[in-house]
């Protein structure tokens, strides 16, 4: 044992040392922090630039004056009605409303930047008249005059905040233009212009919309173009069935489920099917990547020794079997150690990435969270807000609800048995052969098993209590993979006990094979081996 120590320490030593771990060590977390930073980074990238679309629409659902006018003629009639509520003996005054409907609508087919107060001034103007002509009192027809004549700036400024129902992002302003096709088109080459979107007239049939530009939209911009379409011809539709869109969204309704497990005391205890997922996935991946990246560590460590003859030096003081569990240990030490260095690395940068990255102004913040949730208003956002605020409510409950006692203990058994357990049939391989090329022979029987546990681990999250998923998380070569995505949705003791001693047992008479192919293979040179080869090392008598 104590020779076995000072392998380990030679091991370990000699790899923190070379110039490649410390290169990879330090660059390693870099590399990750760009990759979980490069998303914003590019996002932010594309947000500084401000794209103006032209919207050319034909269709006349999309066009800002048609609805403006609408929504006046509404303030219009509403103002009459609630008038003619306060006295029902007032005279018959359509035609002078009619004239009053008739100036706000002159003056809202004229695009000014003064719109909101021209139409207020308007509605004043002709109502004074009305109340002249007909000689009405004071109340209550002042306080209705200027109630509804408050209400145009109002409706016009909320008209001008979704440009013309296409709403608007951080990074693209769309207007709306009275072009032809030909016409946007040379807006575009001209510059005047980003990019025009082309509503044809028959869109509620035809479904179809086109854009040109002269670059490739971004994927996130036709999607916003392409849900607010949606939205507006949706809404359209409805106008035209005689639903209401309010009526509608009331009766529209999402239903949460509980998942309750019950144990075999009859206690009851609260399940998240989707957190456990995750947990076990990414447990389970990492153990995967781990046995291959250090094992190819081992095994190109031993062809090197054997290559380089170090190790007919080596064995002239220790046994084989010593050397071979001081290489395993020493080189996982390392991976580990690598390990621990880049999380810590990577966890600092990353924070720091997006300290940096984030926007510092909360209505930048909010602006991208709009242009995430397809666009919208405040209000529009406000009820998603707060559904999304009880989604993280019930999250946090549900990884708080994990066994994480268990699953982190399972974790550092499961990866430490099946890291030394692949590891000794790495340090075999590499023993047995010459050089990499031709370990290739031997792999199958090492890799098949890796990569069958993967696709039972697909399965596993699926159904985690199928028979294949029970036999894969007990069979030794799988279990360190798919017993980690089974822990999370509930494990029988009897189960767990099993699998992990199994695990120990085979890892005994993995090392107990290895070693003895080890002490044969290390010292054979130029021949080609078989499995029937191996086979005979086994065998061979201490």
């Known amino acids: 044992m104590n020779k076995t120590k000072y392998i380990l320490q030679r091991e370990y030593i000699t790899r923190v040392r070379k110039k490649?771990?410390?290169?990879?060590?330090?660059?390693?977390?870099?590399?990750f922090a760009a990759l979980i930073a490069a998303p914003v980074w590019f996002a932010s990238m594309e947000d500084s630039e401000m794209k103006h679309i032209a919207v050319v629409d034909s269709s006349g659902i999309f066009d800002y004056t048609k609805i403006l006018k609408e929504s006046v003629s509404l303030n219009t009639k509403r103002?009459?009605?609630?008038?003619?509520?306060?006295?029902?003996?007032?005279?018959?005054?359509?035609?002078?409303?009619?004239?009053?409907?008739?100036?706000?609508?002159?003056v809202a087919n004229m695009p000014d930047s003064l719109m909101s107060e021209n139409l207020k001034l308007s509605f004043v103007a002709e109502a004074k008249k009305i109340k002249d002509t007909y000689k009405l009192k004071n109340q209550p027809f002042d306080s209705l005059a200027t109630k509804y004549a408050n209400l145009l700036p109002l409706i016009n400024n909320r008209l001008n905040e979704v440009s013309g129902k296409i709403r608007n992002t951080s990074s693209a302003t769309f207007h709306f233009k009275r072009l032809s096709i030909n016409g946007s088109k040379e807006a575009i080459q001209r510059g005047d212009f980003y990019a025009s979107v082309i509503i044809p007239?028959?869109?509620?049939?035809?479904?179809?919309?086109?854009?040109?530009?002269?670059?490739?939209?971004?994927?996130?911009?036709?999607?916003?173009?392409?849900?607010?379409?949606?939205?507006?011809?949706?809404?359209?539709?409805?106008?035209?069935?005689?639903?209401?869109?309010?009526?509608?969204?009331?009766?529209?309704?999402?239903?949460?489920?509980?998942?309750i497990k019950l144990t075999d005391d009859g206690e009851e205890a609260e399940t998240r099917p989707e957190i456990a997922m995750i947990i076990g996935y990414v447990a389970g991946f990492l153990i995967y990547i781990s046995i291959f990246m250090f094992g190819s560590q081992v095994m190109r460590g031993v062809i090197e020794e054997k290559t380089s003859r170090i190790v007919e030096v080596i064995l002239s003081s220790v046994k084989s079997k010593q050397l071979l569990m001081g290489k395993v240990l020493g080189v996982g030490l390392v991976g580990l150690t690598q390990y621990l260095i880049w999380i810590i690395m990577t966890v600092g940068l990353?924070?720091?990435?997006?300290?940096?990255?984030?926007?510092?102004?909360?209505?930048q913040l909010q602006a991208q969270a709009g242009d995430f949730m397809g666009g919208g208003s405040v209000q529009n956002i406000a009820p998603v807000v707060e559904g999304n605020m009880g989604k993280v409510g019930d999250i946090l409950a549900s990884i708080s609800s994990v066994n994480w006692p268990l699953l982190l203990g399972s974790f550092l058994f499961f990866f430490i048995g099946g890291y030394m357990l692949y590891e000794a049939l790495f340090a075999a391989v590499g023993s047995a052969v010459d050089n990499e090329?031709?370990?290739?022979?031997?792999?199958?029987?090492?890799?098949?098993?890796?990569?069958?546990?993967?696709?039972?681990?697909?399965?596993?999250?699926?159904?985690?209590?199928?028979?294949?998923?029970?036999?894969?998380?007990?069979?030794p070569l799988t279990s360190p993979i798919v017993m980690l995505v089974r822990i999370p949705f509930g494990v029988p003791i009897g189960d767990l006990a099993l699998s992990a001693g199994l695990l120990i047992i085979t890892f005994l008479a993995v090392i107990w094979m290895a070693a003895r192919i080890y002490k044969t293979g290390i010292l054979m040179y130029g021949s080609k081996v078989s499995y029937k080869e191996l086979w005979k090392w086994i065998r061979i008598k201490d």
């Open 20 to 31: 490649s771990f410390l290169l990879m060590t330090l660059i390693g977390p870099f590399l």
């Open 79 to 106: 103002f009459q009605s609630e008038l003619n509520k306060y006295d029902k003996n007032l005279p018959a005054m359509g035609p002078s409303f009619k004239e009053l409907n008739d100036k706000l609508l002159l």
């Open 201 to 259: 007239a028959n869109i509620l049939n035809s479904l179809k919309i086109q854009t040109y530009a002269e670059k490739s939209l971004s994927m996130g911009l036709r999607s916003h173009i392409e849900n607010e379409v949606e939205r507006e011809i949706e809404k359209q539709k409805l106008r035209n069935a005689g639903i209401d869109q309010k009526t509608l969204e009331q009766m529209r309704t999402k239903i949460s489920m509980v998942s």
């Open 350 to 363: 990353s924070m720091l990435a997006f300290t940096f990255l984030l926007p510092s102004d909360i209505s």
């Open 437 to 475: 090329a031709d370990t290739q022979q031997f792999m199958a029987p090492i890799t098949i098993p890796l990569i069958l546990g993967i696709f039972v681990m697909v399965n596993t999250i699926n159904n985690p209590e199928s028979a294949l998923t029970f036999w894969f998380s007990i069979i």
